[in-house]
């Protein structure tokens, strides 16, 4: 891809300078790689500003690396285009197409349950990830480089292409190209394309794909970078009024493949059309209604991308929480829950750290039933474990084992974009610091209400001083370095995790 991108720099005129910035390794990084996602902004701006450049192409693939690579090309201030890994292509296994990493969950819950043989996820554990590429259902990479698109940093219909396709390399020659001319005409800068209107067309696409839960906190960072702020209020009037219309895993039957080839980004702003702001422009300069006056060379695929009267649910994937026990916010992929959970109360069963759970989940003697709702404290941006992706709790095996599938599930938390189950996330103030969160104690009565948008702890509010007045907050674990400098200044996931001096408009 590096080399296809030098390519159309060198013959646009142009002097193609290959240069590196950190990288996040999603599995090997501790405590976590969302930790390191603003270290990664910081070095992308900090190098196009110090080098002789004129503009800039960023390479990037899973997860935080995209985010990271806007962020940082935000606040540098100079042309910039986005260039994406594009999603793997599917396995097989025994008569069925396989993708990471929603089949790998499938799978190991099911292992777990003790319906799959350990010989067989081995089998399975080989065939999902069988070209190179990211996730390849609708995860956090694929939502991610669709927001990209949105936002208007990618090229128009490149979000999508698999990463082994050729169309993909034609993409980087493009895109090489473009930054050339670009760099000649000194625009479009990315602060001119990242504007409140096309953080809503963001929004829109988010909740039509009913995509990972992730993407709210970072492109609340993307956004925060040019001052814009995410309104609560208004993301769940625009997911109340924006149909789901992609029928992909984890929350439906298809996967990233067949999404580029049903029509991909296209084919679902083009359904939208009525409700996103056409004056919008990208990196070519167009506006996105001249984008899509333009005739298609191939139909929308309506099995995979459904027309507006059809959808595959008329309200969007996920919505915000608040309530006594998220008072500045929660997030929920409703698109991904049990419809029968919506509308829950049950005990707390409470796990007050990683560890905690680690040790007690599989506990036969746990005192947990199927109604009972998982609480996990202190996974939050400020906590030691750094708020990594572990709000997916695992059903308690004995209950597995007897065939539960799903549970309510809440933590400040975030969980994979391949993850689903009725899941509530990124629960503000975090327990930490002493929020709701922090109070929760076994027995307590927890309600749920997806149609009032809340989650609720019902307890008293005498127990809650008490209880308050006895909290601790833990002191710091870091006194040194990068991981000092994030515990001082990180926001919170309402604000999506950045750093509070590298918020609002770019120079």
Sequence with gaps: MIKAVERGVLAAGALPVVFPVISLGEVFLSPTSLVYRNLMAMTVEEMIRAQPM?????????????????????????PAAMVVAGPMLTGRHRGERLGACTDCRRFWANFRAGKVSEEEIQQVEGRLAVTAGTCAVMGTASTMALIAETLGMMLPGSAAIPAVHADRLRNCEETGALAARMAIAGGPKPA?????????????VLLTVSGSTNAVIHLAAIAGRVGVEIDYDEFNALSDETPVLVDLKPVGNGYMEDFHAAGGLEGVLRELKSKVDLSCRDITGQTLGERLSRPLADP???SVIRMAENPVSAEGGLIILRGTLAPDGAVLKRAAATPELLEHEGRAVVFTSLEDLAARIDDPDLDVTANDILVLQNAGPRSPSGMPEAGYLPIPQ??????????????????SGTAYGTI?????????VGGPLALVRNGDRIRLSTRDKRIDLLVDDAE??????????????HARGYQHLYNKHVLSAAHGCDFDFLTGTAP
């Design 54 to 78: 004129d503009a800039v192409v960023m390479l990037g693939g899973c997860d935080k690396t995209v985010p990271a690579m806007l962020m940082g090309a935000i606040s540098a201030g100079r």
């Design 424 to 432: 509530v996330l990124h629960v503000t103030p975090e327990a930490t």
């Design 300 to 302: 929308v695929d309506a």
């Design 192 to 204: 001119d394309l990242v504007t409140p209107a096309s953080v809503r067309n963001a929004l829109r």
């Design 398 to 415: 004995k209950l597995a084992r007897a065939g539960v599938k799903d549970m309510v599930r809440i933590s400040d938390a975030r969980m």
């Design 464 to 477: 809650l001083t008490r209880r308050s007045a006895a909290f601790k907050q833990p002191g710091e674990a």
